[in-house]
């Protein structure tokens, strides 16, 4: 193998960066020429390339975002966009293509192994955290450092006008990041897509921390499972006092990458160009326990990440 290429695809992620970096790196070292594909599928079609020397990923490690780009590509969703892509693919005699993205990322990559027989290595970036089989994606905790860094600013204010939160946070069909950030700031409720609400019961629960002495709340609801205007409307009437409204948004895709989120960007880029070296393809790496292992990626697909309703009780005993 002399000629390798990276993209990055999909919802960016804090420390893909590292991983692109990762990529070129390990791979300039192994005597192969590491292509760039820009703007992730769509760069992919339109033969959007630059040849990425060692120099060229020099201080990105810290970057937030992707020096690629990316995109979410509708067009390499059709047989035909796919076509197009491996046709790219095959005429500047690239020999392996490695993914870092999320779902909808990795499964077009294993399309293109199964279609066109291009070797491709998948590696897991999103927010969300919804790939099976892998502890953790690339970014996960960048982003719920930077939701929990805003639901302390947040309590701050709450505390002085003894006020109602409610801060929807992203994760798509997931409730992770909901879960993760409800338990290390202490949120009196978390709303998540995999656990039904009884806003009785919500509102009553608040109602009782109040008379125990909490002068806020603050409840964290998934995308997934509703809007915080919807949780407010529900909620308002039955606590009777001032509840405000934050939409966090995008800006949980952005920042530095935290010290966790580089090792675990950086070690899965090598472990992606030692796959392809080793001929072991349409596999994704992931993160088991301290270990990276190889997987089959259309077997991280199907394995439905579920949410760890243990830690949900005890998020709830805690707060
Ligand atoms: O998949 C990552 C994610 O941030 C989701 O949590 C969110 O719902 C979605 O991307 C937002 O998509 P876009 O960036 O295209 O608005």
Do not use: W
């Not at 606590?239 to 899965?268: C, K």
């Amino acid at each position: 193998m002399k000629k390798i290429a990276v993209l990055t695809s999909g919802g960016d992620a804090p420390g893909m960066n590292a991983a692109v970096r990762a990529v070129v790196r390990y791979g300039v070292r192994h005597g192969l020429e590491v292509i760039g594909v820009r703007r992730g599928y769509s760069g992919l079609i339109d033969g959007d390339f630059v040849k990425l020397e060692y120099k060229d990923v020099a201080g990105i490690t810290e970057k937030g975002g992707t020096i690629l780009r990316t995109s979410r590509c509708e067009e390499f969703k059709t047989e035909e966009g796919r076509e197009l892509a491996a046709k790219q693919i095959k005429k500047h005699g690239i020999e392996g293509l490695v993914v870092i993205g999320g779902e909808g990322s990795l499964t077009g990559a294993h399309l293109l192994y199964e279609e066109h027989k291009i070797p491709v290595v998948g590696i897991p970036a999103t927010i969300d955290n919804d790939i099976g089989l892998t502890d953790m994606c690339i970014g996960v905790d960048t982003c719920l450092n930077t939701v929990m860094d805003a639901v302390q600013k947040l309590k701050d204010t709450a505390s002085s006008h003894e006020r109602a939160f409610i801060v929807e946070v992203m994760g798509r069909h997931s409730g992770y990041i909901a879960l993760m950030a409800g338990l290390v700031t202490g949120a009196e409720a978390i709303i998540v897509p995999e656990i039904p609400v009884d806003y009785s019961q919500l509102a009553d629960r608040i109602l009782e921390e109040r008379r125990r002495g909490k002068i806020n709340s603050i409840i964290i609801v998934a995308e997934g499972a509703a809007s915080a205007y919807t949780v407010a409307r529900h909620l308002e009437y039955r606590i009777g006092y001032e509840t405000r409204i934050t939409i966090l948004g995008h800006v949980q895709r952005g920042g530095s990458p935290t010290a966790f989120d580089r090792r675990l960007a950086l070690s899965m880029g090598v472990e992606a160009v030692d796959a392809l070296l080793d001929g072991e393809v349409d596999v994704m790496i992931a993160l088991q326990g301290n270990k990276l292992v190889r997987v089959p990626i259309m077997e991280a697909l199907s394995t439905k990440k579920t949410i760890d309703k243990k830690l949900y009780e005890i998020a709830y005993m805690l707060s």
